[in-house]
């Protein structure tokens, strides 16, 4: 290769000769150019780059361990996180479940207020309370005959809901 260099730095261990060649391709340099070799007990790295990256490739061997493995890991998990299509769609989800639920719930209370005329809401949430309360005592075990009123039986009911029910 013309106008090339070739740096060299010795490691004592295959671990560090690797980490540093990971330094060096993450800041950029290609696979091809950097050479790990053996020599006696300890591994040395080749560098084939230009003169003007003399500096940077120093930079890269000498620098902190830290700010390496911090970068290391803001992109490995950039490789995990979704997707703008993806977050796009996730909220798409969370709206449509949010929208069917006030729907039910808005469907619900029309429903309520079309059954139940305003002036028998009232009768009607005392029933319901009364029956609630049996039912968590135990003590529902009231039966009405066939044929008998409910309105004899819930007092605070006028006669045209006692109609309907």
């Known amino acids: 290769m013309r106008d090339t260099i070739i740096i060299r730095e010795r490691f004592p261990s295959r671990e560090d000769a690797v980490e540093a060649r990971q330094k060096l391709e993450y800041a950029g340099f290609v696979h091809n150019s ?58 798409g989800v969370v709206a449509g479940i949010g929208a069917g639920v006030y729907y039910a719930y808005t469907r619900q209370r029309d429903l309520y207020a079309a059954t139940y005329p305003s002036g028998e809401r009232e009768a009607v949430r005392r029933l319901y309370q009364a029956h609630h309360e049996e039912h968590e005592r135990g003590t529902d075990t009231r039966t009405f005959p066939a044929g008998q009123r409910f309105q004899e039986h819930s007092p605070g009911l006028t006669s045209n809901a006692a109609g309907r029910a």
């Open 34 to 91: 950097i050479n790990l070799m053996r020599v006696g007990d300890q591994y040395e790295l080749a560098i084939h780059t230009r003169p003007e990256n003399r500096d940077r490739v120093q930079e890269c061997l000498s620098g902190s361990d830290f700010m390496f493995e911090a970068r290391r890991y803001g992109r490995e998990l950039s490789e995990h996180a979704p997707s703008p299509g993806q977050i796009a769609l996730l909220f």
